[in-house]
């Protein structure tokens, strides 16, 4: 199929010098392609130590995030794999056959196929996708069929706009944007089962280091698992868009022992501790339409539509981690949320400066 | 700058074959009715989908009355129809004329007779489109169908207008034709809404 | 022509008055016309999806900022991604198909330029209508009414109840316009691929991008309609009290979902598979050999459109499918991955072997090949579902995407506007600009998309206006950004080269390339009747049979 013949002569007017960026290219390729392989190593690496970050995906601390985590590493090598041998070849035909200055004229060889290489470049490409599918349907199986063991924590995550609220449905505690759950050993695991709805758009709870993400979809319940085996504190937020604030719409898991978990969850089923100090603000608070949105277990307040008050001091934040629970923060966001969370459903209620102290005060109390 | 020729090469051995080409009416509209086909599907999966999850209202099998002879109108417009390009296509204009009016009085029979099923719908049964997820879907899928028999039928309706002028002749039938495809699926929509609703869906 | 000095008196015809020179082109029905108000059309509102983007960055260049408020950025990624797929990528796809089909084929023009001209101005007009919306009255969230429930629009979020305001209704009814105008143009292409060839050229003989505009016709044909059937259902939702998706009643938000990303992954095809096209013409001519393997790369590309029907659903992996329904979209997404990379294959081995120019198409076509593989392969960790459940929804998906669109889709476009300007405008293009718009660009695309992989990796959700310190987030941000600089000052110089060159560019002649195929027969612009004579062809190549008569192509395939 060689083809030997003169090329039609070309008008002047177009330059064809041949030009030879190869080697600049090549730099650029090669640049380029540092950044996102070393993504990978880099955030492998660095969980056993300084954390590079704590909603990081290669720092699993739960059996759902460790199986996504290997296969993600198999994936991870393959494709690595693939794109080093393409690159390679793609760099070398780029290098290898530029039009050489003071190259004749006249055209190369013209080849138009080759059967066998075609075959081979299919079927390998075949049986590659035919063993990631099989080890992708493996981890598929193993997180989401799994049965939750009988000392498994039961919670009903209701996603809203823009917090989250939680059930423990053995034990009756109403509790809002920071979910406690124990820590779980492989010899006797305490996993929790996660079952979750949404009052109103859509949402997706995502603690990176925990478990992969799932949706939160009004009138399509879901279900996850997660068997977190170190104490601490775990972050994430919500991760499917659900309206104006939905990135201030924050998570923190705190993983106890069990027996931190235990008297947490007692202290939670308790109704508000009454104080005569606050009664002002208590009365402030059940005369305005606080009591329309907020619950606080143990007086008149019966709202279900923001999150229950009952135990707001034993949370670290507010406004689902639009603010850290201080004092100034609280009064700053009774008197209007939307300095924090702007377009978030809680109305500034026009309260007046000893109203919101009053009311304050009160919350304060709230343990 | 040499000037290239576009009549070919110089040197063509034999001649070749005569070009025949597809015709681009009846091509654009298989395109058409691929598309619209799609619309359809999509309205008759949603239809499938809440069968039976209306939870309040009226339901299918208290309210629906299958429209037989409304159906066998819209498929016999489908044969009146043919009959008439058949006969444009053999130069009998007056046969065309004929039938084609047959068509267009055959599909406003079953118009005006879905309107009439709506409105004793609506008001005898209480089901509107808003009234539940069979009510949303019901009129949906149906309406949909009656909009495209209702364009179908003034496009109709304005042939018949020039057959009566005398202005439609032979060589027209291509154009007809591809009129008498978007017809006959039209029709065929009907037959799989009528499967869906009326016998399954009940 | 040779220049001989005119003794023949000469005559200087006037230049026609602005008023009809501007109404020729709004009343043309010409394809080659209607192709340049397609891609100027698209050009502009590239240039307002930049502008969004650059708005988008800024706000998240450092966490806490306060550049723009919640509402306003939530409208800007939304019309920043409805802008960038129907008003800017469709219509440069749409442009150049139409330009360049019925060149290709040897025909005079489409099947049906009425409808290509009606087609045009309703996808026009739709993208007035939509950014008539940051004009429009007030919604509850303040001043203009620009859509802001992201450009895939999840319901219940689009209900009334909560999206009170107009914005939804701008979004749905600007692009059911456009997809109307979509459909058209896709039936023309359709009719004329099949229905407009020249003698001699069976489907076996066109060139690859008729093949694939063919194609993705189809594809247009089969997609758009899902859209346009969820717009109408979720305007009965909000209009006539439907209850479609409406939750409340009983109506299911994931039926949304899978109808619209029904539609929503065969649109990237819609938009990838004339971008494979540009690269299957560009490549062969610039590396000096035929395209390796054309039967499979026809068959490849029917694969392709054909799977990318099946594999919808890897965009809801997360939304509590059984676990049966996640390995099926598995394995057809992993599966649509074959054919895409033997396409990549083929292109490589016709570089293979050649005796390659890197002239401006070319390099930004081997660019192409270089990104469009790492968009593949990211494509693939995403396709594993588990993977997929961390992934989704994070910036890790967005810098795939942008991957694929901007890295795949944008570089070959930019290959082809360098390779075909000559044959538009009768000019050649800067070269030099050109390859400083090249690598200016590709350095801001990579500063920007590369580094954009790793806040998806270390738990960065899409779609949030601002975001925590603390989270190893912030310096990849600061990156990203960055990047955009480079990536818009580069798309100046590439907007003020052609420019430039339309007005004081070398004449180009009608085969400045030394190209195979029949657009490059004819004159530089084209006269309105395309072809004096219709063409008759006997191979893939008619021009290379044309100019090595003696050893022409139908001799070997």
Same mark, same amino acid.
């Given at each position: 199929?060689? !083809?030997? #013949?003169?090329? %039609? *002569?070309?008008? =002047?007017?177009?330059?064809?010098?041949?030009?030879? /960026?190869?080697?600049?290219?090549?730099?650029?390729?090669?640049?380029?392609?540092?950044?996102?392989?070393?993504?990978?190593?880099?955030?492998?690496?660095?969980?056993?130590?300084?954390?590079?970050?704590?909603?990081?995906?290669?720092?699993?601390?739960?059996?759902?995030?460790?199986?996504?985590?290997?296969?993600?590493?198999?994936?991870?090598?393959?494709?690595?794999?693939?794109?080093?041998?393409?690159?390679?070849?793609?760099?070398?035909?780029?290098?290898?056959?530029?039009?050489?200055?003071?190259?004749?004229?006249?055209?190369?060889?013209?080849?138009?196929?080759?059967?066998?290489?075609?075959?081979?470049?299919?079927?390998?490409?075949?049986?590659?996708? !035919?063993? #990631?599918?099989? %080890? *992708?349907?493996? =981890?598929?199986?193993?997180?989401?069929?799994?049965? /939750?063991?009988?000392?498994?924590?039961?919670?009903?995550?209701?996603?809203?706009?823009?917090?989250?609220?939680?059930?423990?449905?053995?034990?009756?505690?109403?509790?809002?944007?920071?979910?406690?759950?124990?820590?779980?050993?492989?010899?006797?695991?305490?996993?929790?089962?996660?079952?979750?709805?949404?009052?109103?758009?859509?949402?997706?709870?995502?603690?990176?280091?925990?478990?992969?993400?799932?949706?939160?979809?009004?009138?399509?319940?879901?279900?996850?698992?997660?068997?977190?085996?170190?104490?601490?504190?775990?972050?994430?937020?919500?991760?499917?868009?659900?309206?104006?604030?939905?990135?201030?719409?924050?998570?923190?898991?705190?993983?106890? !022992?069990?027996?931190?978990?235990?008297?947490?969850?007692?202290?939670?089923?308790?109704?508000?501790?009454?104080?005569?100090?606050?009664?002002?603000?208590?009365?402030?608070?059940?005369?305005?339409?606080?009591?329309?949105?907020?619950?606080?277990?143990?007086?008149?307040?019966?709202?279900?539509?923001?999150?229950?008050?009952?135990?707001?001091?034993?949370?670290?934040?507010?406004?689902?981690?639009?603010?850290?629970?201080?004092?100034?923060?609280?009064?700053?966001?009774?008197?209007?949320?939307?300095?924090?969370?702007?377009?978030?459903?809680?109305?500034?209620?026009?309260?007046?400066?000893?109203?919101?102290?009053?009311?304050?005060?009160?919350?304060?109390?709230?343990? | 700058?040499?000037?290239?020729?576009?009549?070919?090469?110089?040197?063509?051995?034999?001649?070749?074959?005569?070009?025949?080409?597809?015709?681009?009416?009846?091509?654009?509209?298989?395109?058409?009715?691929?598309?619209?086909?799609?619309?359809?599907?999509?309205?008759?999966?949603?239809?499938?989908?809440?069968?039976?999850?209306?939870?309040?209202?009226?339901?299918?099998?208290?309210?629906?009355?299958?429209?037989?002879?409304?159906?066998?109108?819209?498929?016999?417009?489908?044969?009146?129809?043919?009959?008439?390009?058949?006969?444009?296509?053999?130069?009998?204009?007056?046969?065309?004329?004929?039938?084609?009016?047959?068509?267009?009085?055959?599909?406003?029979?079953?118009?005006?007779?879905?309107?009439?099923?709506?409105?004793?719908?609506?008001?005898?049964?209480?089901?509107?489109?808003?009234?539940?997820?069979?009510?949303?879907?019901?009129?949906?899928?149906?309406?949909?169908?009656?909009?495209?028999?209702?364009?179908?039928?003034?496009?109709?309706?304005?042939?018949?207008?020039?057959?009566?002028?005398?202005?439609?002749?032979?060589?027209?039938?291509?154009?007809?034709?591809?009129?008498?495809?978007?017809?006959?699926?039209?029709?065929?929509?009907?037959?799989?809404?009528?499967?869906?609703?009326?016998?399954?869906?009940? | 022509?040779?220049?001989?000095?005119?003794?023949?008196?000469?005559?200087?015809?006037?230049?026609?008055?602005?008023?009809?020179?501007?109404?020729?082109?709004?009343?043309?029905?010409?394809?080659?016309?209607?192709?340049?108000?397609?891609?100027?059309?698209?050009?502009?509102?590239?240039?307002?999806?930049?502008?969004?983007?650059?708005?988008?960055?800024?706000?998240?260049?450092?966490?806490?900022?306060?550049?723009?408020?919640?509402?306003?950025?939530?409208?800007?990624?939304?019309?920043?991604?409805?802008?960038?797929?129907?008003?800017?990528?469709?219509?440069?796809?749409?442009?150049?198909?139409?330009?360049?089909?019925?060149?290709?084929?040897?025909?005079?023009?489409?099947?049906?330029?009425?409808?290509?001209?009606?087609?045009?101005?309703?996808?026009?007009?739709?993208?007035?209508?939509?950014?008539?919306?940051?004009?429009?009255?007030?919604?509850?969230?303040?001043?203009?009414?620009?859509?802001?429930?992201?450009?895939?629009?999840?319901?219940?979020?689009?209900?009334?109840?909560?999206?009170?305001?107009?914005?939804?209704?701008?979004?749905?009814?600007?692009?059911?316009?456009?997809?109307?105008?979509?459909?058209?143009?896709?039936?023309?292409?359709?009719?004329?691929?099949?229905?407009?060839?020249?003698?001699?050229?069976?489907?076996?003989?066109?060139?690859?991008?008729?093949?694939?505009?063919?194609?993705?016709?189809?594809?247009?044909?089969?997609?758009?309609?899902?859209?346009?059937?969820?717009?109408?259902?979720?305007?009965?939702?909000?209009?006539?009290?439907?209850?479609?998706?409406?939750?409340?009643?009983?109506?299911?938000?994931?039926?949304?979902?899978?109808?619209?990303?029904?539609?929503?992954?065969?649109?990237?095809?819609?938009?990838?598979?004339?971008?494979?096209?540009?690269?299957?013409?560009?490549?062969?001519?610039?590396?000096?050999?035929?395209?390796?393997?054309?039967?499979?790369?026809?068959?490849?590309?029917?694969?392709?459109?054909?799977?990318?029907?099946?594999?919808?659903?890897?965009?809801?992996?997360?939304?509590?499918?059984?676990?049966?329904?996640?390995?099926?979209?598995?394995?057809?997404?992993?599966?649509?991955?074959?054919?895409?990379?033997?396409?990549?294959?083929?292109?490589?081995?016709?570089?293979?072997?050649?005796?390659?120019?890197?002239?401006?198409?070319?390099?930004?076509?081997?660019?192409?090949?270089?990104?469009?593989?790492?968009?593949?392969?990211?494509?693939?960790?995403?396709?594993?579902?588990?993977?997929?459940?961390?992934?989704?929804?994070?910036?890790?998906?967005?810098?795939?995407?942008?991957?694929?669109?901007?890295?795949?889709?944008?570089?070959?476009?930019?290959?082809?506007?360098?390779?075909?300007?000559?044959?538009?405008?009768?000019?050649?293009?800067?070269?030099?600009?050109?390859?400083?718009?090249?690598?200016?660009?590709?350095?801001?695309?990579?500063?920007?998309?590369?580094?954009?992989?790793?806040?998806?990796?270390?738990?960065?959700?899409?779609?949030?206006?601002?975001?925590?310190?603390?989270?190893?987030?912030?310096?990849?941000?600061?990156?990203?950004?960055?990047?955009?600089?480079?990536?818009?000052?580069?798309?100046?110089?590439?907007?003020?080269?052609?420019?430039?060159?339309?007005?004081?560019?070398?004449?180009?002649?009608?085969?400045?390339?030394?190209?195979?195929?029949?657009?490059?027969?004819?004159?530089?612009?084209?006269?309105?009747?395309?072809?004096?004579?219709?063409?008759?062809?006997?191979?893939?190549?008619?021009?290379?049979?044309?100019?090595?008569?003696?050893?022409?192509?139908?001799?070997?395939?």
């Amino acid at each position: 199929m060689t !083809t030997a #013949l003169i090329s %039609a *002569t070309r008008a =002047a007017e177009v330059d064809r010098r041949a030009q030879s /960026p190869d080697r600049a290219l090549t730099m650029r390729i090669l640049k380029s392609a540092v950044p996102i392989f070393c993504t990978a190593a880099a955030a492998r690496a660095n969980s056993a130590g300084e954390p590079l970050s704590p909603t990081n995906i290669f720092a699993p601390a739960s059996t759902p995030a460790d199986t996504i985590s290997g296969l993600s590493l198999l994936v991870l090598t393959i494709t690595g794999a693939m794109f080093v041998i393409v690159l390679c070849l793609l760099l070398w035909a780029v290098v290898k056959f530029r039009e050489k200055a003071g190259a004749g004229p006249g055209e190369p060889a013209q080849v138009y196929g080759s059967t066998q290489v075609e075959l081979a470049w299919t079927v390998i490409p075949v049986l590659i996708v !035919t063993i #990631l599918l099989l %080890a *992708t349907a493996r =981890a598929i199986a193993s997180i989401q069929n799994a049965i /939750p063991p009988p000392g498994a924590v039961e919670v009903s995550v209701i996603g809203h706009q823009y917090w989250w609220e939680y059930h423990y449905k053995k034990s009756n505690v109403v509790t809002a944007n920071e979910l406690h759950v124990p820590v779980s050993s492989p010899v006797h695991p305490t996993p929790t089962f996660l079952s979750l709805f949404s009052a109103d758009t859509d949402h997706s709870f995502w603690v990176p280091r925990l478990a992969g993400k799932t949706d939160l979809i009004p009138n399509h319940p879901n279900s996850m698992w997660i068997d977190p085996r170190e104490t601490g504190v775990y972050l994430g937020q919500c991760s499917q868009y659900c309206g104006v604030q939905h990135a201030k719409m924050l998570l923190r898991v705190y993983v106890q !022992t069990r027996d931190e978990f235990d008297r947490w969850l007692e202290q939670q089923s308790g109704p508000a501790a009454a104080s005569d100090s606050t009664i002002e603000g208590r009365r402030t608070f059940e005369s305005t339409a606080c009591v329309n949105c907020h619950t606080i277990r143990g007086s008149t307040a019966t709202g279900t539509f923001g999150p229950d008050l009952t135990h707001l001091m034993s949370r670290e934040t507010i406004g689902a981690g639009a603010a850290l629970n201080t004092p100034a923060n609280l009064r700053r966001w009774i008197q209007d949320p939307s300095a924090f969370k702007p377009g978030c459903l809680m109305p500034a209620m026009g309260l007046s400066d000893s109203q919101l102290d009053a009311i304050t005060a009160y919350m304060e109390t709230l343990r | 700058m040499r000037a290239l020729t576009t009549t070919g090469p110089e040197h063509v051995p034999e001649r070749q074959p005569e070009w025949r080409l597809p015709a681009r009416g009846p091509v654009a509209m298989y395109f058409l009715i691929a598309a619209e086909a799609a619309i359809f599907t999509i309205f008759v999966v949603a239809y499938i989908f809440y069968v039976g999850k209306s939870a309040t209202g009226p339901q299918p099998a208290a309210v629906l009355h299958a429209p037989l002879f409304l159906t066998a109108c819209l498929l016999s417009s489908s044969l009146t129809t043919h009959l008439a390009v058949r006969g444009l296509r053999s130069r009998n204009v007056r046969r065309f004329t004929w039938w084609w009016c047959g068509t267009v009085i055959l599909g406003g029979i079953f118009v005006a007779g879905t309107a009439r099923e709506w409105r004793h719908l609506v008001y005898q049964d209480g089901l509107t489109i808003q009234t539940n997820l069979f009510g949303t879907t019901y009129y949906s899928l149906v309406g949909l169908h009656a909009f495209h028999v209702i364009a179908g039928l003034l496009a109709l309706a304005v042939v018949l207008v020039f057959a009566i002028r005398g202005d439609v002749r032979q060589e027209h039938s291509a154009r007809t034709e591809v009129l008498s495809m978007y017809w006959h699926f039209v029709d065929a929509v009907w037959v799989v809404i009528f499967t869906v609703v009326y016998l399954i869906g009940r | 022509m040779s220049a001989a000095r005119a003794t023949v008196a000469v005559v200087r015809s006037e230049r026609a008055p602005l008023v009809d020179t501007l109404h020729e082109w709004v009343t043309t029905v010409d394809h080659k016309r209607l192709g340049i108000l397609y891609i100027i059309y698209a050009l502009l509102f590239l240039a307002f999806g930049g502008i969004e983007a650059i708005i988008i960055r800024i706000q998240l260049i450092r966490p806490h900022n306060t550049f723009v408020s919640p509402q306003v950025f939530n409208r800007m990624f939304t019309m920043h991604g409805t802008t960038m797929i129907f008003f800017a990528a469709m219509p440069l796809v749409f442009g150049f198909a139409n330009y360049l089909v019925p060149l290709m084929i040897g025909a005079r023009d489409t099947a049906f330029p009425r409808l290509n001209a009606f087609s045009f101005w309703l996808t026009a007009f739709g993208g007035l209508l939509l950014y008539f919306s940051f004009l429009g009255g007030n919604g509850l969230y303040g001043a203009g009414n620009a859509p802001d429930v992201g450009w895939f629009a999840y319901a219940p979020l689009t209900s009334r109840t909560f999206s009170p305001g107009h914005s939804t209704d701008f979004w749905i009814l600007a692009l059911l316009l456009s997809g109307i105008g979509s459909m058209g143009t896709a039936i023309n292409i359709a009719a004329t691929v099949l229905c407009m060839r020249c003698p001699g050229m069976t489907l076996g003989k066109m060139p690859l991008l008729a093949w694939l505009n063919f194609t993705m016709a189809g594809l247009v044909i089969l997609s758009m309609s899902p859209l346009t059937a969820a717009q109408l259902m979720l305007l009965v939702d909000r209009y006539l009290g439907g209850h479609f998706f409406d939750v409340q009643a009983g109506g299911s938000a994931v039926l949304w979902m899978h109808f619209f990303w029904i539609f929503g992954h065969p649109e990237v095809y819609v938009l990838a598979i004339p971008a494979f096209a540009f690269a299957s013409e560009i490549i062969p001519v610039f590396s000096r050999k035929p395209i390796f393997g054309y039967p499979v790369m026809v068959a490849a590309t029917l694969a392709i459109g054909f799977i990318s029907m099946s594999v919808w659903a890897h965009h809801m992996f997360t939304v509590g499918m059984t676990s049966a329904g996640n390995t099926f979209f598995v394995l057809s997404t992993m599966a649509i991955a074959v054919p895409t990379g033997i396409k990549i294959f083929n292109w490589l081995a016709t570089i293979w072997g050649g005796k390659v120019q890197y002239r401006t198409p070319m390099l930004f076509c081997v660019a192409f090949l270089f990104q469009f593989l790492i968009a593949g392969l990211t494509g693939i960790m995403l396709a594993a579902a588990p993977f997929d459940w961390q992934l989704s929804g994070s910036y890790f998906v967005v810098a795939h995407f942008h991957y694929v669109i901007v890295g795949g889709i944008l570089f070959t476009i930019f290959g082809a506007f360098y390779y075909w300007f000559p044959k538009m405008s009768g000019r050649m293009y800067n070269e030099a600009l050109g390859k400083v718009h090249f690598w200016l660009f590709t350095a801001g695309f990579h500063l920007t998309f590369d580094f954009m992989h790793v806040p998806g990796v270390l738990g960065m959700p899409r779609r949030i206006y601002t975001y925590e310190p603390g989270r190893g987030w912030d310096i990849w941000n600061l990156v990203i950004t960055i990047g955009v600089l480079f990536q818009a000052v580069a798309t100046l110089v590439f907007l003020g080269n052609l420019l430039w060159s339309k007005l004081w560019g070398k004449v180009a002649g009608s085969d400045p390339w030394d190209g195979w195929t029949l657009e490059w027969s004819t004159a530089s612009p084209p006269p309105a009747y395309n072809f004096p004579s219709l063409p008759e062809v006997r191979s893939r190549r008619p021009l290379w049979d044309l100019k090595h008569p003696e050893d022409p192509d139908w001799h070997y395939e």
